[in-house]
C-alpha cells in the first residue's frame, strides 16, 4: 500500500437527502467480534513504533478537566479504537428541532464529525488510506489537526449474503409517532431492497419477547418478501420494555438462523428505554456473549423516539462489537436501512485502532476531541488480542486534535497510524501518514472546505457539552482553542465554501444545512435558557 497525505480535499455526503422510496442498493459491511475471540494473531512483523514516548509533552486533560492548558502527561502519543457512530449527532438534532437542549452527557463530539463524509482518498487495494492536515484556530499558538481514515468501497454485489436478525420494540412508548411507524415503513422499504441470497428473521418484545419470523431467505420470488411485509405489517405497540428478553430472544433466533458463509447481525430498533427485566448493558450483554463469542454475530443499534436512551444504547452496540445510529426521519431512515446497514455487512478491517505519534520537539500541547470511550492504552496498540473497531467497505473515520505547537516549531508534527486485522486470515497490517509544522500555517476559516465542516461540527458539540452561547462552563468540560460562540458558529456554517457538506446525489448541500440550522436552534435555546436548571427562562418554541 502507498502511504498518502493529503491537505486539501472535498466534503461529500453521509447524512442523505431524498425521498424514502427512492431504490437503495447493497453495499459493504461492518461487523464486531468479541474480545474474547481475539487471542488468535496474524503472521507479520511488527512495525517499529511511530514515535518514542517522551517525557514533558502530551495529550492534554480528558472532559472532565476545567483546563485546556492543563499539565500533559509524560508521552506524545494518543491511541484510540475506531468509532462510526453518528447517533448522537442525530439525536441532538431532533432534540433541538423539539426546542430542547441536549443532555450534555448524549453529546460525542467524534460522532458530530463523523456524521460528515469527507472527500479521503482511498487505499490501492484493500485496508486504509491515511490523510493529515491541519490548520490554526483564532486561539493564539493553537491548532485544529485533521487524521482521515478510508477504506476502499465495495463494488457492485461483492458483499457476501446477510442473514438479519431485527429485534423490534413493540412496547407502548414505541406508539410515538416517528418510532414504530417509521421502523415499520423503513422495514418494508429496505425488504424490496435486499437481495435474493439475504435472509430476515422478526423479534419483537414488550413485557415479553417473541420470534414473529423464523429466519427466512428472501429468494427469487415475491412469496418470501411478502411474508416478511405481513410480518411487519402485523406489528403493534403493546406494554413495557423488556430489552433484555427482547435482545437475549434475538440472539438465539440468531444463532438457530445462522448461515454458513452468510454475515449474521442482529439489529436492534428501539428508544432503548428499559424498564423491565435486566435494564442494564452489562447484564443483558452478560447472557449473550457466548453466542456473540462463539458466532461472531454482532449488533447494531437504531435509535428512535424524542425521549431514548442513548446511554444504555451505546453501551449495548459497544459492549456487542456494533454500532449505533440514530433515526428522526424519512430521510434519515432511507441513510439508515439503504446505505448503512448494507455497509455493515462486510468487513474491511477488523479490530482497528489508531495512534498519532506527536513530535515533542514540535509540540507542546494536544487533546483527541471525542472518542472519550474509546481510549486505548498507547502500549496497546500492536496488542492485537486487545479490541478496536470493525470497518467495512468505503467507510471513514475522522479524529480532529486541538494542538499547541512550540514557538518557532519547524520540521516533522505528527505521525498517524493505524493498524489492523485482516477479517479473513487475522494477519495485522499499519499504514501511516504525517504532517509537518508548516502543514498549519492556514486559517481554519480559509482551509479545506471538509476540514472546516469538521471544526464547525466539533465546536458545535463542545459547545452543547460546556454551555452553550458561550456562557460560563458549569459541567467542567473545556472548550476548544478558539470556539465561537453559536452564534458566530451559525455564521461560520453560513459562510461554508461551495461544494462542501458532500456530493454525488445524496443531498448535496442539504447536510451542512441541516448543521447550519441546528446550530442556529441551539444558539436561540441558549439565549432562552437558564444554566444553572438547564430550563427554559421563558416560552421556548422548536424552530
Known sequence: MRVRRVRHGVLAVVMAGGVLLAGCSGGGGDGRASADDKSRRGGGQALPAPAPASPGGGEGATP?????????????????????????YGFARRTLAEGRLPDPATVRP?????????????????????????????????????????????????????ALTFVIDVSGSMA????????????????????PDDSIALVTFSDTAETVLPMTRLGEGGGSRARVHAAIDRLEPTRSTNLEAGITNGYDTAVRGKEKGATNRVVLLSDALANTGETSADGILERISDARREHGITLFGVGVGSDYGDALMERLADKGDGHTTYVSDDEDAREVFCEQ????????????????AFDPESVERFRLIGYDNRRVADEDFRDDSVDGGEIGPGHQVTALYAVRAKPGADGHLATASVRWLDPESRAPHEESGRIEAADLAESLWRADGGLQVAAVAAYFADGLRSGAGGRPKPYGVRALPGTPSLGELAARARELPTGTGGTGGSGGQQPVRELTTAIEQAA??????????REPRGDVRPG
Open 64 to 88: 472532565g478537566d476545567e483546563e485546556r492548558d492543563a499539565a500533559p502527561p509524560a508521552d506524545h502519543l494518543s491511541t484510540f479504537a475506531l468509532d462510526v457512530d453518528t447517533a448522537s
Open 110 to 162: 467524534e460522532e458530530f464529525v463523523n456524521s460528515f463524509r469527507q472527500d479521503y482518498p482511498g487505499p490501492d487495494g484493500d485496508g486504509f488510506s491515511v490523510s493529515v492536515d491541519g490548520a490554526r484556530t483564532d486561539e493564539e499558538g493553537w491548532s485544529l489537526v485533521r487524521v482521515g481514515l478510508a477504506t476502499r468501497a465495495a463494488e457492485g454485489s461483492e458483499r457476501p449474503p446477510a
Open 176 to 195: 410515538e409517532p416517528g418510532r414504530l411507524d417509521l421502523v415499520k415503513k423503513s422495514l418494508g422499504i429496505m425488504t424490496d431492497q435486499l437481495r
Open 341 to 356: 446497514l448494507p455497509a455493515h455487512i462486510e468487513l474491511r478491517a477488523r479490530d482497528a485502532k489508531a495512534q498519532v
Open 524 to 533: 436561540r435555546l441558549a439565549d432562552e435558557t437558564d444554566f444553572t436548571t
